[in-house]
């Protein structure tokens, strides 16, 4: 896969999911501009992309700094919609409603604002492009005590249909990819603090171990590339088989 020429946007790119996303993509030819609350780290990380490429702060859910930020950066060919907020695995009943609506608004506003001002400047291109929304397995099956992450994602994977079918006849392409428990530092960090029993995961999972941030880089990177150029509106699962696996014991 081949991106020179190509501008893309990466939300959250500073670390985990969207810094593995971010090397693919330079490294095959591609400008990226690395978004992220830490201001800081997106710098620096863009610059060890090389000089062509921005790290820039920004809040996904301040819709001034969106429109002001891509407006810095020029036209983009391909968003990846990657910000997000790890859950609380507190019971539903000690969950606070100022948390529930800053995942919504993490998750699924700032993915929408992303969206509808990077599809403004596709249309008026009329070169189209393509946009990938990382959605997860919370999103397809109920996972206890993750009600705002589940309802957040799956509200990403509606709009990734919704947005696929209005804008396909203008060149843009939305899907979005469902990883199961990748090896980030936020996901090691919930294993730390007991909050994730890895144990428990690793048998519950068909290839029997956690999924390399690369990986999921590589499925983000074929849907934005030509190899994807008949693929709308679809959701793919990168989770080393967690959703295909229906026994009723671990494996």
Known sequence: MNF?????VIT????????????LFAVRGARVALLDLNGDLAQHRAGELGADHLGLAVDVT???????TLNEIGPVDILVNNAGLGDVNTPTVDQTLAHVRRLLDIHLVGS????????RGMIDSGHGGA?????????????????????????????????????GRQGIRVNAVAPGYVATD?????????????????????????????????AIAFL????????????????????AYGAA???
């Open 4 to 8: 020179k020429g190509k501008t893309v």
């Open 12 to 23: 959250g790119g500073a670390a985990g999911i969207g810094w593995a996303t971010a090397n």
């Open 62 to 68: 301040d819709e001034r700094a969106v429109i002001s």
């Open 112 to 119: 929408f604002l992303m969206s509808r001002e990077v599809a």
């Open 131 to 167: 946009i990938v929304n990382l959605a997860s397995i919370a999103a397809l099956t109920g996972l206890p005590r993750r009600n705002a992450y589940g309802a957040a994602k799956a509200g990403l994977v509606a709009m990734t249909k919704s947005m696929a079918a209005e804008w």
């Open 186 to 218: 936020l996901v090691r960090g919930l294993i730390r603090d007991g909050l994730l029993a890895k144990d428990k995961i690793l048998r519950r999972t068909p290839l029997g171990r956690m999924i390399d941030p690369s990986e999921i880089g590589e």
């Open 224 to 243: 934005a590339s030509d190899a994807a150029s008949a693929i709308t509106g679809t959701v793919l699962s990168v989770d080393a088989g967690w959703m």
């Open 249 to 251: 014991e671990d494996l």
